[in-house]
């Protein structure tokens, strides 16, 4: 019954912005510590960011500083704002949602390339 539904995936020139969002249904988002995951080929599944049910946060260090988690409750919705990206950002992006065990989405592809 829960589902999430990655968005906002795509091409972009290293330096450069984008936001990805992540809807989440039959999820409450004020119990569940929301989070997004990546992967890249022939890599492993590395924590990006995630944010708990009280709004706190934490990050990956290859993306302190320039990533940022957020949710909007109402609208059942969590972001990241992904800024001065790299090539090394490269991957498919996952949502997650955790309580008492963990969710998926299917993912979305960001290309950071010229």
């Known amino acids: 019954q829960v589902q999430l539904v990655e968005s906002g995936g795509g091409l972009v020139q290293p330096g450069g912005s984008l936001r990805l969002s992540c809807l989440a249904s039959?999820?409450?988002?004020?119990?569940?510590?929301m989070g997004w995951y990546r992967q890249a080929p022939g890599n492993q599944r590395e924590l990006v960011a995630y944010?708990?049910?009280?709004?706190?946060?934490n990050y990956g260090d290859s993306v302190k500083g320039r990533f940022t988690i957020s949710k909007d409750n109402a609208k059942k919705t969590v972001y990241l704002q992904m800024n001065s990206v790299k090539p090394e950002d490269t991957a498919v992006y996952y949502c997650?949602?955790?309580?008492?065990?963990?969710?998926w989405g299917q993912g979305t592809q960001v290309t950071v390339s010229t």
């Open positions: 997650s949602a955790q309580y008492f065990g963990t969710y």
């Open positions: 039959r999820i409450n988002l004020s119990i569940y510590r």
């Open positions: 944010i708990d049910s009280g709004g706190d946060t």
